[in-house]
């Protein structure tokens, strides 16, 4: 069998320090990553939202739009993705749902947001974020939906 996704990141993360992730925004750029070297990928919400849908990232792209961009670049690079999964689009079901939607799609880690919903990107001003028992509860609901022991997790 070969190496999941997450544990390429695990062993990516191990064998350089800091580990340096190229933001890729679709495929070409995830190609471009892998051929000049780059261990790892990541996939930013503002990135979709800009060079995907061409919007600011204002809470706009869904999590079908993040998924698809995934599938895009996990399909022609072999490398591991770390994926901005927002704030997981909803309560503790709808996090579960992004936690095996994005395994399934190759995620190797996400992190997912500390803020309300709707959500603005993380380099505007005017953010509120959530009380620290929501967010413990995201997190726990990100953990409780993995279906293997490999990918990983940051809030």
Known sequence: ??????????QALQ???????????HAYAARMAQATGFRAIYIS?????????????LGIS???????DLRRITDVVPLPVLVDVDTGWGGAFNIA????????????????????SQKRCGHRPGKDVVETAEMVDRIKA?????????????A
């Open 142 to 154: 990100a953990v409780d939906a993995r279906t293997d022991e490999s990918p990983m997790y940051s």
């Open 97 to 116: 749902r992004t936690v095996r939607s994005f395994v399934k799609a190759g995620a190797a880690a996400i992190h997912i947001e500390d803020q309300v």
């Open 45 to 57: 919400g503002g990135g979709v939202a800009a060079n995907s849908l061409g919007m600011p990232d």
């Open 15 to 25: 064998e350089e320090s800091p580990l340096q992730i190229a933001g890729a925004i």
């Open 1 to 10: 069998m070969s190496q999941t996704p997450g544990a390429a990141f695990r």
């Open 62 to 68: 869904t999590m079908e739009d993040v998924l698809i």
